[in-house]
């Protein structure tokens, strides 16, 4: 089939690489003009595995890049993968995604024959067809459910493993409310479904397609707070954390995956979906008061963090490695990173911080560009008071040897990626 996308940032150009790869011929929509040249020169415009190789691949033959709307008039079907950011009360900002589906409205106002729609921004329940649709309506002249019909398919995509987790899925969710949404839909997924050897499709209504993520999400999200206060518990009665959590994971109820117990959680998902679905219940009177425990648990986590290193090193002039600034291993994404937060607390108390991640430094030094970044890690841990491991990157579970260049070696871990072992004051989280 022929699919535009709208958007070229993780989920876009993810999508747009992954449904090139099952056979599709695939459009990307973008404003940023440095965005569309990399697409079309072959390069991924950000780091995540597999996708470099994807867009090398296909780029100039089934995938391309422009900065104009009227491409999506020579395709069946477009997907809306614009950002949707948190707003300070939690709920998210519709902004971008109005702009783009206006300008989507106004394109295919000049197509001849029926458009489908297809949000793939995370939104709150309603916002496809009582906010995106209306728009569609206005700018294309179309009626709704004849000239343009409109979908929602969430993504489920975590950084760092996104394209395999695009290419063989556990679920495949379409939601519609018009059948002809619904076979274009099928069209575009049943040669991804046929690849990834049958997950199972669920096709539901727009809006419950929307809940499913946040739904997903939340239960995720909640699944980590809660084996972090598990793992709480045990440290103050001074039980092995891991013992407990790995024997609960054996039970099929619960099963092992994110019970992981750490400084919690982060990314451009977890919290700004969590805190939307919290505003959006708030704002039909009902307080979701599981969802709000989570976020209350994990914002505890990194000033946890802080106060082991406390225990054993007085932050203010002491010169503190923070070893993993990326939210989570395998991306250079520091939104809503535990070191954000551990950081701005270091600064505050009179700490001297040398940062290092072996993908997301630059990144980070936008938000801090004052404190100190090294270019590996046994650099930012010659010398120092103190390390923090914030991020579990597999290469600090092999440093070893450079902690002996420590001024005191002092580790506090918040990911248990480090072995304890004689000549180091080895501190976990939990």
């Known amino acids: 089939m022929d699919i535009s996308i709208v958007g070229s940032g993780y989920v876009g150009t993810t999508v747009a690489a992954c449904f090139a790869e099952v056979g599709h011929d695939v459009v990307n929509v973008d404003i940023d003009e440095d965005v569309v040249a990399s697409i079309n020169g072959g390069r991924a415009p950000i780091h995540e595995p597999g996708l470099e190789e994807l867009i090398e691949t296909h780029a100039g033959e089934s995938l391309r890049a422009t900065t104009d709307y009227a491409a999506v008039r020579d395709t069946d079907v477009t997907f809306l993968a614009l950002p949707t950011p948190a707003e300070d009360d939690g709920h998210i900002d519709l902004s971008i995604l109005k702009v783009g589906a206006r300008s989507l409205g106004a394109a295919i106002a000049e197509k001849d024959g029926a458009h489908v729609v297809v949000t793939k921004s995370t939104v709150v329940p309603t916002t496809t067809e009582d906010v995106i649709a209306p728009i569609l309506e206005a700018e294309s002249g179309r009626a709704l459910g004849e000239g343009v019909h409109v979908g929602m398919n969430p993504e489920f995509l975590r950084e760092g493993s996104a394209v395999e987790d695009f290419l063989s899925p556990d679920k495949v969710v379409l939601g519609s409310e018009t059948e002809y949404a619904a076979e274009t839909l099928r069209a575009v997924f049943d040669p991804l479904v046929e690849r990834a050897g049958g997950p199972p499709v669920v096709e539901t209504g727009v809006a419950e397609a929307e809940m499913i993520k946040y739904a997903n999400n939340g239960f995720l999200a909640a699944k980590i707070s809660l084996a972090n206060d598990i793992a709480n518990v045990c440290a103050e009665y001074g039980i092995d954390?891991?013992?407990?959590?790995?024997?609960?994971?054996?039970?099929?109820?619960?099963?092992?995956?994110?019970?992981?117990?750490?400084?919690?959680?982060?990314?451009?998902?977890?919290?700004?979906?969590?805190?939307?679905?919290?505003?959006?219940?708030?704002?039909?009177?009902?307080?979701?008061?599981?969802?709000?425990?989570?976020?209350?648990?994990?914002?505890?986590?990194?000033?946890?963090?802080?106060?082991?290193?406390?225990?054993?090193?007085?932050?203010?002039?002491?010169?503190?490695?923070?070893?993993?600034?990326?939210?989570?291993?395998?991306?250079?994404?520091?939104?809503?990173?535990?070191?954000?937060?551990?950081?701005?607390?270091?600064?505050?108390?009179?700490?001297?911080?040398?940062?290092?991640?072996?993908?997301?430094?630059?990144?980070?030094?936008?938000?801090?560009?004052?404190?100190?970044?090294?270019?590996?890690?046994?650099?930012?841990?010659?010398?120092?008071?103190?390390?923090?491991?914030?991020?579990?990157?597999?290469?600090?579970?092999?440093?070893?040897?450079?902690?002996?260049?420590?001024?005191?070696?002092?580790?506090?871990?918040?990911?248990?990626?480090?072995?304890?072992?004689?000549?180091?004051?080895?501190?976990?989280l939990v």
């Open 241 to 428: 954390s891991e013992a407990v959590l790995s024997a609960i994971g054996l039970d099929h109820r619960i099963g092992s995956e994110f019970l992981e117990a750490g400084v919690g959680w982060g990314g451009s998902c977890f919290p700004k979906d969590v805190a939307a679905i919290v505003a959006a219940a708030r704002d039909v009177g009902y307080e979701p008061a599981m969802l709000e425990a989570a976020i209350e648990v994990n914002d505890r986590q990194p000033v946890r963090l802080l106060g082991r290193l406390r225990d054993h090193v007085d932050p203010d002039g002491a010169r503190v490695a923070v070893l993993g600034l990326a939210f989570k291993p395998g991306t250079g994404d520091v939104r809503n990173s535990r070191a954000i937060p551990l950081v701005e607390a270091l600064v505050d108390a009179g700490a001297d911080v040398v940062g290092y991640d072996p993908v997301a430094t630059e990144n980070f030094r936008a938000e801090f560009p004052d404190i100190e970044y090294a270019g590996s890690a046994e650099e930012a841990l010659a010398g120092a008071d103190a390390a923090l491991v914030v991020t579990d990157w597999p290469e600090f579970a092999e440093l070893d040897s450079a902690f002996d260049e420590m001024a005191t070696p002092v580790v506090v871990d918040g990911r248990r990626v480090v072995t304890r072992r004689d000549g180091i004051v080895y501190e976990p």
